[in-house]
């Protein structure tokens, strides 16, 4: 028993820190996510050391218990503002008007899956403004033609290498453009719209994650982000930045992203939402987010059911309840690529 709770403690005392240790290599940056699931494991290990100190009194499990006893508060210290117990960032405001309000559907949808009925049932019951599927590659875009009816406006992006891009919208796009802000294999949309009168930039985004399959350093993804929130915060109109960011709420570089570009999270105060993985409850974290400049206000946020993708569903209903500066130039940068016609 000592042996194996030793190893377990030092494992997870070291994954506790490594996060913070100078390199952005997947193995590294891997450890911001499981923050949970490593408190639960260290509560369960000071259990252990305490009930091996009641039978042997050796000093060695006070020493454990108080460094991982460190841990558990350090862990909470990020994990914290996103329980029910934290405090809101955004408040919910109580009589929404239907003119100022606007919802957005995020999937990402598993390129594999072959459940379409599954997300356009999910559509056509909440019938949201705006849906965005991620992952999703040509036989999606066939297999959602007949949402087509519903959400006129539209930008294809179909790629075969788990990064394809499908917007649907019922409002029209002032202005839109498809962009690949740092790799040239991971697009990314940036639209203006409509709202209640007002103009609303809306970004939306994929990047790769830091994983021995995908990018082998956070860096990419880290410095999209980046380059985002440094946008954002230079608008003047209303901003929603939506997607798979392949980063949970609580980390670093969503830390940084914030700061960066001044948007709000409206899960803090109210729960993870937990997007992913949807088939393994025990290693699920929020990796589908919502941000938005502080021009909002939440009306609704809900993790919807799976149908048979790695990732639920994640609705968001905002209320603009302030406008923002008038622009009198484009708010679109120069994109690399421009989208394809609506279809």
Known sequence: MFEALSIVS?????????????????????WEFPRVQQMVVMIVSVIAWGAYFYYTADMTAIGFMLVLLTCIAY????????????????????????????????SNVYMHNTNYQGLIDQVKKHKPDMLVTLESNKDWEEALQSIHDDYPHRIPCALENLYGMHLYSKLPFKEKALRYIVEDDVPSMQ???????????????????????????AGPRDEELTLVGQDVVDQRLPVIVA?????????????????????????????????????YPLIRWPLDHVFHTDHFDLVKIKRLEGYGSD???????????????PCPSSSAPEAEEKASPEA
Request: proline content about 9%; overall charge positive.
């Open 75 to 106: 862990q909470g210290i990020w994990v914290f503002p996103y329980t029910i117990f934290g405090p809101k960032e955004v408040s919910r405001i109580k009589s929404p008007s239907s003119e100022k309000q606007f919802s957005i559907l995020t």
């Open 191 to 217: 639209v203006t719209v409509e709202i209640g009168g007002s103009d609303v930039i809306i970004y939306f985004l994929h990047p790769k994650p830091p994983s021995p399959t995908e990018n082998e350093t």
């Open 243 to 279: 997607g798979d960011l392949n980063d949970v709420a609580w980390s670093p570089t969503t830390r940084k992203f914030r700061n960066l570009s001044k948007a709000r999270d409206p899960r803090r105060g109210r729960g993870f939402f937990n997007t992913f993985h949807a088939k």
């Open 311 to 325: 990732h639920f569903p994640l609705l968001t209903i905002l209320h603009l309840t302030r406008e923002g500066d």
């Open 10 to 30: 030092a494992l997870m005392v070291f994954t506790t820190i490594a996060p913070h240790l100078p390199g952005k290599h997947w193995m590294i940056r891997v």
